[in-house]
């Protein structure tokens, strides 16, 4: 059974940091581009950051470049966002999610992602 947990969100403060989790299993999570996507209230989808199956490549929406950092340990199975310099519009359910073969790394559609996690809640406000 296909399992993405996510983890370590909540409620902070403006220019405070957070780490979220992504616990992977039952699908070859070493051999997958993963990535965390978001979406906040009354809004669609937003692409956050995708990291490849190394480790080693990674992309950054223009929101996130510069104050989110993605990693991946592949022996653990999971998947991490830190959040640093956060602010009120970060706030947003964050999914981990499985890019599917041949999509854009950049990808807003649900349909390109083939797992998804339940989410955790971000709120950032004072």
């Known amino acids: 059974q296909v399992q993405l947990v996510e983890s370590g969100g909540g409620l902070v403060q403006p220019g405070g940091s957070l780490t979220l989790s992504c616990a992977a299993s039952?699908?070859?999570?070493?051999?997958?581009?993963m990535s965390w996507v978001r979406q906040a209230p009354g809004k669609g989808l937003e692409w956050v950051s995708t990291?490849?199956?190394?480790?080693?490549?990674?992309n950054y929406s223009k929101v996130a470049e510069g104050r989110f950092t993605i990693s991946r340990d592949n022996t653990k199975n999971i998947l991490w966002l830190q959040m640093n310099s956060l602010k009120p519009e970060d706030t947003a359910v964050y999914y981990c999610?499985?890019?599917?073969?041949?999509?854009?790394?950049?990808?807003?559609?649900?349909?390109?992602?083939?797992?998804w996690g339940q989410g955790t809640q971000v709120t950032v406000s004072s």
């Open positions: 039952g699908f070859l999570f070493s051999e997958r581009i």
């Open positions: 999610a499985s890019l599917r073969d041949g999509k854009s790394w950049s990808s807003k559609k649900r349909d390109d992602y083939d797992h």
């Open positions: 990291l490849g199956t190394s480790g080693f490549v990674n």
